[in-house]
């Protein structure tokens, strides 16, 4: 059983900066790709970045040069850092995982979801 923690979400103003947090824990697993997305108010879930597990990265034109995407192996958590937020930005932001079990399946998980609020 794997399970994704997020963290790092809030309320901030435009031009701010917020670091968020996914730490996938359990027992007999490694991570491969690594991604977070964002659902705004009435919109589909966007991939905003992702990143391998040999840390190449991608981003969505919409956040390219403001967010960064990093992964701590050690602690299979991954990070976004956000920068010059603007209010556009608000959503909630889910991490998104991929596993392989010990046993050899994979498998794809989900964070809980933590809200991003940027006011103008």
């Known amino acids: 059983q794997v399970q994704l923690l997020e963290s790092g979400g809030g309320l901030v103003q435009a031009g701010g900066s917020l670091r968020l947090s996914c730490a996938a824990s359990?027992?007999?697993?490694?991570?491969?790709?690594m991604g977070w997305y964002r659902q705004a108010p009435g919109k589909q879930r966007e991939l905003l970045a992702g990143?391998?597990?040999?840390?190449?990265?991608n981003y969505a034109d919409s956040v390219k040069g403001r967010f960064t995407i990093s992964r701590d192996n050690a602690k299979n958590t991954v990070y976004l850092q956000m920068n010059s937020l603007k209010p556009e930005d608000t959503g909630v932001y889910y991490c998104?995982?991929?596993?392989?079990?010990?046993?050899?399946?994979?498998?794809?998980?989900w964070g809980q979801g933590t809200q991003v609020t940027v006011s103008s």
């Open positions: 998104d995982v991929g596993i392989t079990l010990h046993s050899g399946l994979t498998g794809r998980y």
């Open positions: 359990g027992s007999s697993f490694s991570v491969n790709f």
């Open positions: 990143i391998t597990s040999g840390g190449s990265t």
